[in-house]
């Protein structure tokens, strides 16, 4: 597989992710029913033949076999399978710890392209919650609200969304997640009541799909942040050709 890069230095990788790939093997941290056996040669689980991003990077880049813990290794951060757009790689320990404390402050800017399900109303607005795991289903996260009960392990999430195009049925946005959870964007625009358009593990039973999309409509197109040189640098990733088409196809409904 030919892996994008947009941007590297002797610090940093910027990838430009395509759909359809894990980022790297889950960790019992991601999943309790998933067992790691992972080898210190590679990123790869035991008896697991998809292979994943880092396993791709790996080969290309052997030096990220000595920067952070197996199996993310320099990944900085994550994106879901089925999610495409800019990641983030260290090339090295001391790049890797400069870009999580990043993150970890929320210091840096991301903006998603989504396509919702539904006409959202208000231009813009801002969903600030609380995210965990969902008791019924171990993979998905749920929001919590304040008050309620059992809020060990929940964590404060907050995304701002602005609509950049209403079209019959559906409604583009521009998303900036001002926190980093799991599934967070998927999460909360379920929690609208909006989920994400083809997306097979949040939507609702039955919601419209448009021809097609066969994976979730969203996109990681803009990333903002302060490189280990000093540097601060904005990098963009067009929207991939697969969900052009569907958006065009859209558009010409109109």
């Given at each position: 597989m030919g892996i994008k890069v947009i941007y590297e230095d002797k610090n940093v990788l910027v990838i430009d992710k395509p759909a359809g790939i894990v980022v790297y093997p889950?960790?019992?941290a991601d999943s309790a029913s998933v067992a790691e056996t992972t080898s210190a040669k590679g990123a790869a689980t035991a008896g697991k033949e998809?292979?994943?991003l880092i396993d791709y990077l790996l080969e290309k880049y052997p030096v990220l076999k000595n920067?952070?813990?197996?199996?993310?290794?320099?990944?900085?951060?994550r994106l879901d399978k089925d999610t495409s757009g800019i990641l983030l790689v260290a090339k090295n320990n001391k790049s890797l710890i400069f870009l999580q404390k990043q993150f970890k402050k929320g210091e840096i800017e991301k903006k998603y392209i989504a396509?919702?399900?539904g006409k959202i109303e208000e231009s813009k607005g801002e969903i600030n919650t609380l995210i965990g795991r969902s008791p019924k289903n171990g993979t998905k996260q749920k929001v919590y609200l304040p008050l309620e009960t059992s809020l060990k392990r929940k964590r404060k999430a907050i995304t701002k969304y602005k609509v950049t195009q209403r079209l019959k049925g559906y409604t583009l946005l521009e998303i900036i997640p001002k926190t980093g959870r799991k599934h967070q964007?998927?999460?909360h625009l379920v929690y609208l009541g909006h989920p994400i358009a083809g997306d097979k593990i949040y939507g609702f039973k039955n919601q419209p799909c448009p021809k097609e999309l066969d994976r979730q409509f969203l996109h990681a197109s803009f990333l903002k942040i302060k490189l280990p040189n000093g540097k601060d640098k904005e990098?963009?990733?067009?929207?991939?050709?697969?969900l052009r088409k569907i958006l065009n196809n859209l558009k010409s409904k109109q």
């Open positions: 889950p960790t019992s998809e292979k994943t920067v952070g813990k197996v199996p993310r290794y320099g990944i900085a951060h396509l919702a399900v964007i998927r999460c990098f963009i990733s067009e929207l991939p050709e697969d």
